[in-house]
């Protein structure tokens, strides 16, 4: 893209950490609530010190292409996901051999829409933050904390289940670690 | 307004099912998809459609730099961004490159049927 991309830095500060999860927050209920029809009953924040971060059963994660190699994941319980794509994907002719790699993608695309809409908000100076495309984990896994990295977490709680957003700075090497294991 | 043949370029093939069946439903027709920039230029090349919505963030080659090649080619081509980016140096870009409209995910049937005869009744006319 032009050079009015990819520079700078999104997370300059815990507080702008914290605005940002505020505001993924905020969109990813709305997100859940026009495209689902999924009502978050409740929001419990950890903007302090994670130790560890507990992936449920489907991940999803993307990397902001700026300074500081943001990385945010979404991680869900089968259910919620399993219901968020049946919303999701309502009215589409879907064979069962597709239904697990479409679940995929509806993971894949609830992050890369919530965090597109969200870059306009935080965009500095003119300049616009690329994304990389959403990489998808299967299974539960553990992922403790590297030293100088720092864990923003949020949990929406719904009826069909629970998920999980993860901010994580810097981004790279924990996506590496994921793909290894 | 005539029914329009429509190239759909997203890597979500999900999405792609999305905007086929919203395409069917505002009276259009999705001519041909493609899930790469490479193949989106090889897509215009065989079915020279009447319109393209192209998907930004791709793995190979995003949808801006696709926009432009596609353009060298076929200087009258009405392409679409349809993308989550909404950030106005993005779609400054995106409108520098020769995009003749700009959509933001997630899509709404209305919204896709607005932009698509607002950019048809614009410039449609030049091809």
């Not at chain 1, 700078?8 to 505020?22: H, R, V």
């Not at chain 1, 969109?27 to 029809?37: N, Q, Y």
């Not at chain 2, 329009?4 to 905007?19: A, C, G």
């Not at chain 2, 395409?23 to 027709?29: E, F, P």
Request: proline content about 2%; some cysteine.
């Amino acid at each position: 893209m032009s050079d009015k991309t990819g520079t700078g830095n999104i997370l300059q500060s815990k507080l702008a950490a914290e605005k940002f999860m505020e505001a993924v927050v905020r969109r990813t209920v709305l997100f859940l609530a026009d495209e689902a029809s999924i009502i978050v009953g409740s929001e419990n924040y950890d903007l302090t010190d994670v130790q560890k971060l507990e992936l449920k059963e489907l991940t999803s994660i993307i990397t902001v292409e700026d300074d500081s190699k943001m990385t945010l994941a979404f991680t869900y319980d089968r259910e919620l996901i399993n219901e968020i794509f049946n919303k999701y994907s309502q009215g589409l002719e879907i064979e069962e051999s597709e239904v697990d790699q479409y679940i995929e993608e509806t993971a894949g695309d609830m992050i890369n829409i919530i965090l597109g809409n969200i870059l306009a908000e935080f965009q500095q100076n003119g300049r616009a933050f690329a994304l990389s495309t959403p990489v998808i984990v299967n299974g539960a896994k553990s992922i403790a904390r590297y030293k100088n990295h720092e864990f923003f977490t949020a949990e929406l709680v719904t009826e069909s289940g629970t998920m999980a957003i993860f901010c994580i700075t810097p981004g790279e090497p924990l996506r590496k670690r994921l793909m290894k294991k | 307004m005539r029914s329009l043949n429509i190239l759909v370029v997203d890597d979500s093939q999900l999405t792609t099912k999305k905007i086929a069946q919203m395409l069917t439903v505002i009276g259009h027709n999705m001519v041909a998809s493609a899930k790469t920039g490479e193949e989106a230029i090889k897509q215009f090349a065989k079915h020279k459609p009447d319109m393209v919505t192209m998907d930004i963030t791709m793995p190979d080659m995003n949808g801006i730099e696709a926009t432009k090649r596609i353009l060298q080619e076929n200087p009258g081509a009405l392409i679409m961004m349809v993308t989550s980016h909404g950030q106005e140096a993005m779609v400054l870009d995106a409108i520098e490159s020769g995009a003749k409209g700009y959509l933001l995910k997630p899509l709404q049937a209305e919204k896709l049927k607005a932009n698509i005869e607002e950019i048809y009744e614009k410039y449609g006319d030049e091809n």
